[in-house]
């Protein structure tokens, strides 16, 4: 258990709708990493949150926002959402902020559109 | 250019054996870090070994170990007497430290271990 938690563990629905991904770090953690795992793109790194504010981004569609809260637990918000977003939707957690820190992942959301 | 190569998709290894998984990269920074995760079946993502480009001495934890060979650009991971609960893909993944935003995976090695 890497202390990394996700919800929900799968989630289906509908093309065009929109879906909220939650994850909180492991205790003491103060960065927030949002990456996608699909078949045909493997595992692409989305956003990165640092104590509230956006540190790096990757390659997330416009369809897609995040935040991270005071608590400093993130959310990933999906919408519009297409046949393709259908993906584990992994979130990660290091201690600050440093780009060589290791990056301890939640168990991942399943997200399946239909 | 792939910033990540995992050249293996599959690997089969009889247990109790040590296997190689290979991973090159290509960066033009002079700081960068490697790293190996694990995903069994299940889905997560275990964190398995971390390698700082500065680091004289190949990484090690328990059984992992990294080949690190900085002039071919290479990380193999090494998995020394291989257990069934080993079978799993395994990621090669890298952070640059200067100048890079993102954290590039390979497309990684399927393990299995034989009994």
């Known amino acids: 258990d890497s202390g990394v938690t996700q919800t929900p563990k799968h989630l289906i629905t509908a093309t065009g709708q929109r879906v909220t991904l939650r994850c909180s770090p492991r205790?003491?953690?103060?960065?927030v990493y949002w990456y996608q795992q699909s078949l045909d793109q493997g595992l692409q790194f989305l956003i990165q949150?640092?104590?509230?504010?956006?540190?790096a981004k990757g390659n997330i569609l416009e369809r897609f926002s995040a935040q991270q809260f005071p608590d400093l637990h993130s959310e990933l918000n999906l919408s519009s959402l297409e046949l393709g977003d259908s993906a584990l939707y992994f979130c990660a957690s290091s201690v600050g902020g440093a780009r060589l820190e290791t990056q301890y992942f939640g168990p991942g959301t399943r997200l399946l559109v239909l | 250019a792939q910033k990540i190569t995992q050249t293996q998709p599959g690997m089969f290894v009889q247990e109790k054996e040590a296997v190689t998984l290979d991973c090159t990269y290509d960066?033009?920074?002079?700081?960068?870090?490697l790293f190996w995760y694990k995903q069994p079946s299940s889905g997560e993502m275990i964190f398995l070994i971390y390698q700082g480009s500065y680091d004289e001495q190949n990484a090690t934890e328990g059984r992992y170990s990294l080949n690190f060979q900085k002039a071919r650009k290479s990380a193999n991971l090494v998995i020394s007497a291989s257990q069934l609960g080993d079978s799993a893909m395994y990621f090669c993944?890298?952070?640059?430290?200067?100048?890079?935003?993102?954290?590039?995976f390979g497309t990684g090695t399927s393990l299995t271990v034989i009994p």
């Open positions: 949150y640092y104590n509230g504010e956006e540190r």
């Open positions: 993944a890298m952070r640059e430290g200067l100048t890079g935003n993102q954290f590039y």
């Open positions: 205790s003491g953690d103060l960065s």
């Open positions: 960066t033009s920074d002079q700081s960068y870090g």
